[in-house]
């Protein structure tokens, strides 16, 4: 998967990715859901994400606010 992020996004950090990543496969094992995330999504989330210039921290501040990883996928 990190080598897909880096064909589409080569000068990503790799703490962002880290992040995300983690975000990614933890939102892909919640029960119930209709439809999980597809690579294809987080590409352009991880892009959002750059593009807005949002902190690599968001996650562990939405996390502890929401109490749940769904909210971050959210912000994008």
């Given amino acids: ?3 897909i992020i880096a064909v589409h ?3 990503i950090k790799t703490s ?3 992040e995300a990543l983690e975000m990614f496969f933890e939102l892909r094992e919640i029960p119930g859901l209709k439809k999980k995330p597809s690579t294809s999504e987080l ?3 991880l892009k959002l994400l750059m ?3 949002i902190p690599e921290d968001i996650s562990h501040q939405s996390r ?3 109490g749940d ?3 971050v996928w959210c912000v994008a």
């Fill in 1 to 3: 998967m990190k080598e």
């Fill in 9 to 11: 996004h080569p000068k």
């Fill in 16 to 18: 962002l990715v880290q």
């Fill in 43 to 45: 590409i352009d989330w």
């Fill in 51 to 53: 593009a807005d210039d």
């Fill in 64 to 66: 502890s606010d929401e």
């Fill in 69 to 71: 990883s769904a909210a």
